[in-house]
């Protein structure tokens, strides 16, 4: 029998909030991934594990976690009996790429008082109609949260060859639904298939494929909140055919497109 599991996702009309996600998993595990978004995310039962820039972490009892967009993470329950989250995916006029790094190093916050107020956050987005309100209270969750980080003066000073895996982020961003072949980024970078493999990698702590795959993920998740049919966005979103969309979609997110859009608040 299926664990049974929960989730509902929507996206308010509220400026840098790009999505709302709430879910309850028993078993489900996230892999390896990355969001365009920063992900601000609260647990009410059980805890997560997870693994942010090779480093392991974990989700106490009140604690608030901020995890930076391009950087990969995974995720997994910390108890039997799995756990219950409430996420919030906020753009960067929310948080600038100063606090990546910051949020890389401390992405677990204890402070009471945000983690109350994120969850008022959660309700009043529930509503509409209270946009204003909404508005209001992410300003302050927002402020506190860049009170706790401290931005870096110089964001990504670039390691020894790391220009080459950014350049080859930066395609991979460019030619993310129609595709691009190893090969041909390679003589487009001027640097042998494998290096490229070897240095996105280490550079960034997740497989080029494995980068394309979530990014693609993000974008049907922006598209089926949208209310584009499943079959419509596996093509937009650059995947093969509906069945591939759901294989990956489902593998990440711990649950089909389908059952995704129905789960969709109006």
């Not at 599991?5 to 028993?26: C, D, L």
């Not at 820039?53 to 009892?61: A, C, I, V």
């Not at 009140?62 to 919030?88: I, M």
């Not at 990014?215 to 055919?241: C, N, Q, S, T, W």
């Amino acid at each position: 029998m299926t664990p049974r599991q929960e989730i509902s996702a929507w996206r308010p009309p509220v400026a840098g909030v790009v999505e709302v996600f709430h879910a309850h998993f028993i078993e489900h595990a996230y892999p390896m991934h990355v969001h365009d978004a920063w992900t601000l995310l609260i647990v009410d039962e059980g805890a997560v594990r997870y693994d942010l820039d090779r480093h392991e972490h974990g989700t106490p009892h009140d604690t608030v976690s901020l995890l930076p967009p391009q950087v990969p993470h995974n995720g997994a329950p910390a108890t039997p009996k799995g756990f219950r989250k409430r996420v919030l995916y906020l753009d960067m006029s929310q948080l600038d790429e100063r606090f990546i790094g910051p949020a890389v190093d401390g992405p677990d916050l204890t402070d009471p008082l945000l983690r109350r107020r994120v969850g008022q956050l959660h309700t009043v987005l529930g509503s509409r109609g209270e946009e204003f309100e909404a508005e209001s209270r992410l300003a302050l969750i927002a402020e506190r949260l860049r009170k706790h980080l401290r931005p870096s003066p110089v964001f990504g000073c670039p390691a020894p060859d790391r220009g080459v895996a950014r350049n080859l982020r930066d395609l991979l961003d460019e030619r993310l639904v129609e595709g691009i072949t190893l090969d041909e980024a390679a003589r487009l970078l001027h640097a042998h298939p494998a290096h490229l493999v070897r240095t996105f990698s280490g550079a960034f702590g997740i497989a080029p494929h494995q980068y394309v795959v979530s990014r693609r993920i993000d974008l049907a998740r922006r598209l089926l909140l949208a209310g584009h049919p499943p079959g419509e966005v596996a093509a937009a979103a650059g995947f093969y055919d509906q069945s591939h969309l759901t294989r990956h979609f489902k593998r990440v997110i711990g649950t089909t497109p389908r059952l995704y859009t129905k789960a969709v608040s109006p």
